[in-house]
Structures are given as C-alpha cells and as structure tokens.
C-alpha cells in the first residue's frame, strides 16, 4: 500500500510557532479556518482583521493580508475594508473580551447592517490576555482574579449570551455556536466555519460562529481538565446551537 | 472492513506537551517523551506502531504539529 499524507498542516498558516499557551484551543480554531480558506480557495483574496487580546498577533500566523484594529473594533474596520474592496473575503477573528465588551456596539451594528463578513467569535469566559479578568461571558460562581469568591449576579451582572442577541438581527445570514473539545465537535466546528464564509462569499449577509475554547492557564487546570470543564459548564451557560441558516448547502 | 495502517510524525520542537494528541488517541499509541525538547517541554511521541490514521491527533492539536500517514511506513512518504 502507497504511503500517502492523510493530514497535515493547511498552507494558508504561516508556519511560525504559536505564540498561545500548551492546549489553548486558539491553535485548532486558526487552523480550521486556515483550512476552510484552503478549501475554499480564497487564499489570494482573504483579507484578516485581528483582535486585541490573546490572538493580537494572529496576522502573524495566517499567510493572508491583514491588520489589527483596536480593541473591539475588528468589525468597523472590515466594514472599511469589505466596503471598498468588495471582492475580497474579509473575516474578523475575535476574542469575547474583544467582541462581547469593548466591541459590543460595532459588533451588534455589523451584524444588524447586514455587512458580507465573517466573524470568528472565540469564547473562553475570562479575559485572558491581561492575566484573566472576569469577562462579561464569565459563568456565574466562575472565579477570576477579579471575582476571587466567584461570579454573583447581585454585583457582576449575568453572562452576556452574544449569539443570542445577534441572532434577532436580520442581517445575519449565518450563526452558530461550537465547541473544539472531541474531534466530533472539530469536524462540526469546521463545517460551521466554512458556512460562515459562505454567507459572505454568496453575499447573503453577515456570517458568525461562536467557538466555545478553553483558556487552560487562567482557569488554572491542564488543558485536558479544561476540555472537560468546558462540556461539563460552559455548554450549560451557552449551549451548541445552530442559530440561524440561510445558505444552505 | 481491513485494518488501517499507519503513523504519526511529531514535529518535537513545535510542541508545547499539552496533552491533548495523547487524550484524544483511540488506540493509545502517543506517549510524552522523556526527553525535553528546546522550551523544555516533554513532546508527545508515538509509541511506534499501531496508529490506524484515524486524524484525532491532528484535528485535536493546537499547534499543528502532527502530519499522519495512511500505510505502512517503509517507503518514504507521497504527498498528495
């Protein structure tokens, strides 16, 4: 039998090294989209826009143009971009501390003008560059350095749920939650991921997938515990769900 | 159905010894190694033998580290 290679690393990475902890799931959730833009051939016409937070240097590691925007302002600088360059495939890569705090209005607004982009949301419920603050996706009784005795809801407010609210806005052409903790869920993630470029490639509408990732280090476990502890908690606050479809297959 | 065959390649140096190549393996053939790489992390390894190609290993690493072969690994590998 021919030896053949049955998986290996997609070329729309940059090969340089991860920057990210051991086991922080931001390495599989860029190579599945790097993945999907292999996939889908749109390596030459991808425009990125990085966050600010963990992944700020993300740009370093996909081989497509792209810039940073400040902090929560991915979404209206790709507006920009997708706006004056409306043949490229712009996406936007951000972090919950990112999206669902400082973002929150470009975010909301994005979504409900309808631009053809595409959105990775990544959630892991704690603000992990800054040394892991409560982010407001943290889970109620979740300890953080800035909640020491847990999240209560009388003084730090509810977990905000960003896909539920975007999923009322009429712009969205594609919104799903996921989780990148078996390779079941890496194989469904994917499949999300390419939908939401879809969305933006047939110019259907605004395209986000929210991926539920871990952050071993500020939750203070292995990265396997944490693969556990976020299908034991975290898919109870913020269930998968495919939220909205309107691509089709 | 005939078994599959095949193996693993682990890029030491790239690998941060997090873990999870060695959790999500459905036959048990990746271990740590005993050696530290240059970060001074254990880097997983394959035991050897017994890989069936199934990809978990791939999928579930977060630094792209794992390429994996379908077949017997006496040729040198064709990339398709």
């Given amino acids: ?249 | 159905m005939a078994k599959v065959e095949g193996y693993i390649e682990i890029d030491a140096e790239r690998c941060k010894g997090c873990g999870l190549c060695i959790n999500a393996c459905p036959v048990n053939v990746i271990e740590f190694s005993e050696d530290f790489n240059s970060k001074g992390y254990h880097p997983a390894r394959y035991k050897g033998e017994g890989c069936i190609a199934c990809g978990f290993c791939y999928l579930s690493c977060p630094d792209v580290c794992i390429t994996v072969f379908r077949g017997a690994r006496k040729k040198s590998p064709v990339n398709v």
Avoid at chain 1, 229 to 245: A, Q, R, S
Wanted: aromatic fraction near 8%.
């Fill in chain 1, 1 to 249: 039998m021919e030896v053949r290679v049955a998986f290996s690393g997609p070329k729309s990475l940059s090969g340089k090294e991860f920057t990210y902890c051991p086991g922080c799931h931001h390495g599989i959730i860029h190579r599945l989209v790097a993945e999907v833009i292999d996939e889908l051939g749109i390596q030459e016409k991808t425009i990125m826009v990085a966050p600010v937070g963990c992944s700020v240097f993300a740009y370093e590691f996909f081989d497509v143009d792209g810039t940073v925007a400040p902090h929560g302002r991915a979404l209206a600088v790709a507006t920009g971009m997708k706006r004056a360059l409306p043949d490229r495939v712009v996406f936007t890569y951000q972090g919950d501390g990112d999206l669902a705090a400082i973002g929150t209005a470009e975010t909301v607004h994005a979504a409900n003008r309808g631009e053809k982009l595409t959105t990775i949301f990544v959630n892991n419920a704690v603000y992990g560059m800054t040394g892991g603050q409560m982010a407001p996706t943290t889970l109620l009784g979740q300890k953080t350095t800035t909640t020491p005795y847990g999240r209560r809801a009388e003084n730090d407010g509810y977990p905000i749920h960003m896909s539920e609210i975007l999923s009322t806005m009429r712009g969205v052409a594609y919104l799903e939650r996921v989780t990148v903790s078996t390779p079941q869920d890496i194989r469904n993630a994917k499949k999300a991921i390419k939908k939401a470029f879809l969305a933006q490639i047939k110019n259907i509408g605004f395209g986000l997938v929210e991926v539920l990732s871990t952050c071993p280090t500020n939750w203070g476990m292995t990265p396997v515990e944490a693969q556990q502890w976020l299908l034991e908690n975290m898919t109870k606050e913020f269930p998968p769900k495919l939220f909205i479809d309107r691509v089709g297959d």
